[in-house]
């Protein structure tokens, strides 16, 4: 079946460094999400890619797609204590509901 | 507006035993996926219900079942606890049965087996 690899597990950065993490999918992807937990709290939906080579930015997060489909990325410039939490992605197969997440990579942010 | 409610929030029950969990998605959202979150782990696809109808299931064994109901709220039923099914169970509402879209998490139900 479908496996989502994300690394790396976890990141520690002084506040005001970068913070990078990334997706590898075994298949080909139709979209990949990604979403935010904080602690003791539940996934909260962050963005959608679908395009080849997709790049989005909100603010100070930049996320990737990669031109076969099957990698990602999210990169936080700047980190903030508020960054503070695990960061999943979810890919999802053509025709498939099934959203298929990585073990997620845990921020944590050193003021 | 409400968002997705769970309950009930915290539960522990013994091994052999039943349990039901319930989740009400947001008004308007007819589809909803039940996920499965070990400590340390991302969640894992159980079902998504679309409709009443079961569009799709994970890969977990019969001892997990589920439906929805005409308000499309869902429940979601394990027989036979085993300790390795303690876990943080969540629901996702979504507003359509597409194949893509952001989910919408409730906050779970904390299932302990003892």
Redesign the interface.
């Known amino acids: ?1 479908q496996q ?1 690899m ?1 690394i790396p597990q976890y990141q520690h950065v002084q506040e005001g460094e970068d913070f990078t993490t990334y997706c590898n999918s075994s298949t080909t992807l ?2 990949i ?1 990604w ?1 935010k937990q904080r602690p003791g ?5 962050l963005i ?1 890619l ?1 395009k080849s080579g997709e790049v989005k930015k909100q603010k100070r997060l930049t996320f990737q797609f990669g031109e076969a489909k099957k990698n990602s990325s999210l990169h936080i410039t700047a980190t903030q204590t508020t960054d503070v939490g695990t960061y ?1 992605c ?1 890919g ?1 197969g ?11 990579t845990k921020l944590s942010v050193i003021p | 507006d409400a968002g997705v409610t769970q309950s009930p929030t915290h539960l522990i029950k013994t091994r052999g035993q039943h349990v039901t969990l319930r989740c009400s998605p947001i008004s308007g959202h007819k589809s909803v ?1 039940w ?1 499965q979150q070990v400590l ?6 159980i079902f ?1 219900y679309y409709e009443k109808e079961e ?2 299931r ?2 977990f064994p019969d001892r997990f079942s589920a439906r929805q109901f005409p308000n499309y709220s869902s429940e979601l039923n394990v027989n036979a606890l085993l300790l390795g099914d303690s876990a943080l169970y ?1 629901c996702a509402s979504l507003p359509t ?1 597409a ?10 139900s904390r299932l302990t087996v003892l």
């Open positions: 079946g989502v994300q139709s979209n999400q979403y709290g539940h996934p909260v939906f959608q679908v999943f979810a999802r053509a025709g498939s509901y099934q959203l298929t997440f990585g073990k997620g | 996926s996920y340390g782990q991302g969640p894992q696809f998504q569009r799709g994970g890969n969540l049965g194949f893509t879209g952001e989910l919408f998490f409730g906050e779970g």
